[in-house]
């Protein structure tokens, strides 16, 4: 088994109300396992389009995972149509029907027909318990072959693939061991990585991959070790991730899947220590996503968003002739919120950004991009000047990301 | 020409590295043109992979739109294996060269061997200039069926598209009309809003269909009106959309796809007044949407993001009695932030949410999911309770949308 096709059903996906982003995540499951995903195929809900789909998978590959077509209303046909294709009737599940009630009447409503007819499955296949829903998933086998039929509603799918699928999988290819390790990186860009790691890529083991997985301005380099025992992929990816962190260690922020702020959180936790912030053209961004890392009250104390220039003065209380002198986007103005932000939230730390987010505001000297970042703490004030791009909610977010990255240098350089 | 597939090319695609976004906005553009989507296949940058998926393509439809494989690396391989299907070669074509050599040159960079490599082209194609990248898209035709291959980067193909290949389907789907319009709805249920319009969707004339696009308590309520006369469905549709005023005035907020924070924005701008916001447990998202409106600061102020009781009392002024006394999440606290802030920020009005946004925090009588949201302004100050849900990012959202709502109805009831 190292081969497999997704096929997801829904008319939803075709007329493009519902982006498909089952697949993807799938496909990254089956291929971190090293199962290769040959193709990936969208249909509508009609049994003639299930049927085909399903008869072309089977000829291609070994293992097909069907996602959607299973709720409980008259458009969706994926259970009876693979009834049919597998030759096989529907039969009431009394392990299904116990717990669809029981999920039905836990929520105070009223079993109906539609909620009996979740617990009606095909008498041949394996129903595979959804606890994270109603609908149950079926695994079927044809000569050799396994075919999975799971909810489209991605929580569901998930669960399902987790408690079953992926488990049965790790079976199968039994013995073979498959490690990833993440690192994460800010500050740099993907071909200036690349130039800086050919030499470490030359060098890598043939049991590790690496893989470049940019999104916003975050880098992952993720290593995929592989091989028969499991100490030694272990032992030799290890040695990998202690020579990334000897190479490039300036842009080195953690490991797995952290993002800046928690480890901004993490970091500040750890010393007992606060931060706040005050933020212009981000506008609020940076308190948004600090505060979506849950615990972050514990270290996090607020933000003055000083749109205005009178609110940088009456709230922040900057001295008014500091902005008319310099400019509201300066080193002296951004220097001040940060001391001035320290200062009145009583607060270990303080970020503070301001810029010129676009689309207007530029001038030749300070274009559209020119964003000023500065962190204060009881050693003082450090600045940085950046030009980002030409695009609003680009510069927001750069200007955001770089903030957090700045106070993270500053804080671990302490 | 009414039915189409969709083909998208790329490793990427197959291991979840990409969600392929590209597919879904296509289909869209095609539905609403009136032309079905048969199937979305994804496969690998592999020659037989290619030429197998076009044609079991070509055999069911007379339309296939094919993205990605046509970068200037090596595993691009997109544009050779169709200039081999088509049984033609690959020529130089001056248009392009000379559009990628004014590109390359203009951000001050090397024309090098692969940017040359992209002007190839196949010499019975029809190319289609791509004004938003290096990559040509090109056009096919073989036996009454058309094939257009176009780049995977969403910003190339929607440009592409847009020039080239939606004009030349309206051109062939010739004559017939289609009209969407789009109703933007807040603070219902979809159940709900069904429920209200059943007899509206009874009586609706056949030439318009109504379709519910739910999207994170947004539900857009889009009407497709199609005929052969474009006065007569402009007409109908129009009496359709007038008809849905007079029925849920109280939910519908704007047409098109407008959001919450854009039609504040708009009234303010009408009315020539400003707003600030105070925050909790938003933690600076309500700003956030705010200020990712280019041309946001005429009519915004700022926000204090006062995630810390000494912020709420020590930056906006409020009475620490109140806190104490009625507690963080209370009405009259809420109240207080929004006065406060109104009267700090010196805005015409001033928006305040305080509430509980979990996983931990909550009480049985304030239970996780409490929040309280106000709109202070020269009138006096409206407060409202809510209980979302256990989720943290959800009540975040809600707080934040709801709250946009609420300044919403407080400026026009003015």
Redesign the interface.
């Known amino acids: 088994m190292n081969s497999a096709e997704i096929i997801t059903i829904g008319d939803e996906?075709?007329?493009?109300?519902?982006?498909?982003?089952n697949?993807?995540?799938?496909?990254?499951?089956l291929?971190m396992r090293g199962i290769?995903?040959?193709?990936?195929?969208?249909?509508?809900d009609r049994r003639e389009?299930i049927i085909a789909?399903l008869d072309?998978s089977l000829r291609r590959v070994p293992l097909v995972l069907i996602t959607g077509g299973l709720g409980p209303t008259s458009d969706d046909i994926t259970k009876e149509t693979l009834a049919e294709y597998f030759g096989t009737k529907l039969v009431m599940s009394q392990e299904v029907l116990d717990e669809v009630t029981n999920r039905i009447t836990r929520r105070n409503l009223e079993m109906n027909e539609n909620n009996r007819r979740q617990a009606m499955v095909p008498e041949s296949c394996r129903v595979l318990a959804n606890h994270a829903g109603t609908a149950p998933a079926m695994l079927f086998e044809k000569e050799g072959r396994i075919i999975v039929s799971m909810p489209g509603v991605p929580s569901e799918m998930k669960h399902i693939m987790h408690e079953h699928v992926l488990p049965m999988i790790s079976s199968m290819t039994g013995g073979h061991t498959i490690i990833h390790r993440n690192i994460m990186t800010f500050g740099t860009f993907e071909a200036k990585l690349a130039e800086r790691l050919e030499g470490f890529e030359k060098e890598l083991p043939a049991m590790v991959k690496l893989?470049y997985?940019p999104s916003h301005g975050v880098i992952k380099l993720r290593l995929t070790g592989s091989g028969d025992d499991p100490e030694l992929v272990r032992r030799t990816e290890e040695e990998q991730v202690r020579k990334l962190y000897s190479i490039i260690p300036d842009v080195i922020y953690g490991e797995d899947e952290i993002t800046l702020e928690e480890i901004v959180g993490k970091l500040l936790l750890d010393n007992n220590q606060t931060v706040?912030?005050a933020?212009s053209c981000?506008?609020?961004?940076?308190?948004?996503m600090?505060?979506?890392v849950?615990?972050?009250?514990a270290w996090?104390?607020?933000?003055?968003?000083?749109?205005?220039n009178?609110?940088k003065a009456?709230?922040l209380g900057i001295d008014p002739g500091i902005i008319s002198r310099y400019g509201a986007v300066s080193e002296e103005t951004v220097r001040a919120m940060a001391e001035r932000m320290r200062s009145?939230?009583?607060t270990d730390y303080a970020v503070a950004v301001t810029g010129i987010?676009?689309?207007?505001?530029g001038t030749p000297e300070k274009p559209v991009g020119t964003v000023w970042i500065a962190v204060a703490s009881a050693a003082g004030v450090v600045a940085e000047k950046h030009l980002f791009a030409d695009d609003?909610?680009i510069n927001?977010f750069r200007s955001a990301t770089n903030a957090l990255n700045l106070l993270r240098k500053h804080i671990i350089s302490r």
């Open positions: 996906l075709l007329i493009g109300q519902t982006v498909d982003t697949s993807a995540w799938m496909g990254m499951q291929s290769q995903v040959n193709r990936i195929v969208s249909i509508s389009e789909a072309e893989a997985l706040s912030t933020e981000t506008g609020g961004k940076i308190a948004s600090i505060t979506s849950p615990g972050s009250s996090y104390r607020g933000s003055v968003v000083a749109y205005d009178n609110i009456g709230v009145i939230a009583e987010a676009g689309p207007t505001g609003r909610q927001i």
